[in-house]
């Protein structure tokens, strides 16, 4: 392989990052709802109230805190990034293999037919 057009390289990783942060985020959906009807949460949250509370608050809410909707927003922002930060390095990658293969030939293959 002399070259990896970086164009096509780019649109390739863009779109497996785009469903890598889509199962990111239903696989983290799925966990919260599983989690949520054990009661994880509200064992925790009344460990961490209990162990917060003073003498005249009540301590601090984790329930609220790890709501569903926030926990989504957090993965959805880092799906992003993930996302913005994959292609590039792809892109990248592809840039470098290509000033790399400029000097050294490229990546020979060799492909063996089954008989």
Request: aromatic residues 8%.
């Amino acid at each position: 392989m002399a070259k990896a057009d970086p164009w096509s390289v780019m649109k390739v990783s863009f779109l497996l990052s785009v469903a890598l942060g889509l199962c990111t985020v239903v696989a983290v959906a799925v966990l919260w709802m599983v989690m949520d009807a054990m009661g994880v949460f509200s064992t925790i949250g009344g460990t961490v109230s209990e162990a917060t509370s003073a003498e005249g608050s009540g301590g601090f809410d984790l329930e609220s805190f790890l709501s569903l909707p926030r926990v989504l927003l957090f993965t959805s922002v880092i799906a992003v990034i993930n996302m913005v930060l994959a292609t590039a390095l792809a892109t990248l990658g592809a840039f470098i293999y290509n000033l790399s293969a400029g000097f050294v030939g490229g990546v020979e293959l060799t492909l063996a037919e089954d008989e």
